[in-house]
């Protein structure tokens, strides 16, 4: 149901050109003014304060992308918090095998390896499907019309690059998600140039985290194969659980980053809002 009103001469908000649609009212908050594309109408309405929320929610079909990573990353932590548990057990058990050899089996070092092994096999994969699903996230939301371009340093395709060139992945990935995060800022769409932004302080443990586990790399299933020498599987094991509280902590904190990127991709610019407010406004 629409109110008669005076209808409003055409402000700079709105110039002719623009697409028809109820818009917020420049004369009178809390209201909706119909503007027909060259004109401001004289039928006003209520403001419908859901009516962003689900037509934010439409304009973002590729959140449930984003939804699938997160559920994946989430599902990677509690898989390396079983290969946590399983590292040190392993490390408990191949201490006392190595005290005590009577007491060891070549069946209970098998059955350690064959668990150590399907494990690590089922880390693996899941890491490949994240990787895949969250670097197509990733170009997705470098392409968005409602990031800004200007804050991104680097091309859809160098964002991805930059996770398989040597000595760049070390510090280029984390740059890249760091411009994404700003530049889906609604106050960041404004902005007509490039400018420098700190790291956002979740990214901190997420990236350090990632490079940990990185490094990090030798699996516990490798000492009860008896693969690597005793000072190998000493070190390893010692520096193994770390490893996967590192990867742990990774996947929490970049689940924290992409939700926070999708939020502020369906927020609302109020600065802009007020700018237009202020332009409507009689001199």
């Not at 510090?171 to 760091?178: E, F, I, R, S, Y």
């Not at 932004?197 to 194969?225: C, D, H, K, N, T």
């Amino acid at each position: 149901m629409t109110v008669d009103s005076p209808a409003l001469p055409t402000t700079p908000a709105f110039p002719i050109g623009a697409a028809p649609g109820w818009r917020p009212d420049p004369a009178r908050p809390g209201l909706e003014r119909l503007w027909d594309g060259s004109h401001w109408t004289d039928h006003v309405r209520p403001i419908d304060r859901s009516q962003p929320e689900r037509a934010a929610l439409r304009a973002t079909p590729g959140r449930a992308l984003a939804v699938v990573v997160q559920v994946l990353l989430g599902a990677g932590a509690l898989l390396n918090g079983a290969l946590l548990i399983f590292s040190l057990y392993a490390g408990n058990a191949l201490a006392v095998w190595r005290i005590r050899p009577e007491g060891s089996s070549a069946t209970d070092r098998a059955f350690l390896a064959r668990l150590g092994l399907t494990l690590d096999a089922c880390a693996v994969t899941l890491w490949v499907v994240t990787g895949v699903l969250f670097l197509l996230w990733l170009v997705r939301r470098y392409r968005d019309p409602r990031v800004n371009p200007t804050l991104l340093r680097r091309t859809p395709t160098m964002a991805v690059l930059s996770w398989f060139v040597p000595l760049l992945n070390l510090w280029w990935p984390a740059q890249c998600l760091k411009d994404l995060w700003h530049a889906s800022r609604p106050e960041a769409r404004s902005i007509l140039g490039p400018v420098r932004q700190p790291m956002p302080a979740v990214m901190w443990p997420w990236w350090l985290g990632w490079l940990a586990r990185s490094v990090i790399v030798v699996e516990p299933f490798y000492f009860a194969l008896g693969v690597l020498p005793p000072a190998t599987a000493d070190f390893g094991l010692a520096w193994e659980p770390f490893g996967f509280g590192a990867a742990i902590l990774s996947a929490v904190c970049l689940v924290v980053v992409m939700n926070q990127i999708e939020d502020a991709l369906v927020a609302p610019d109020l600065s802009a809002q007020t700018r237009r407010g202020e332009s409507a406004q009689p001199a």
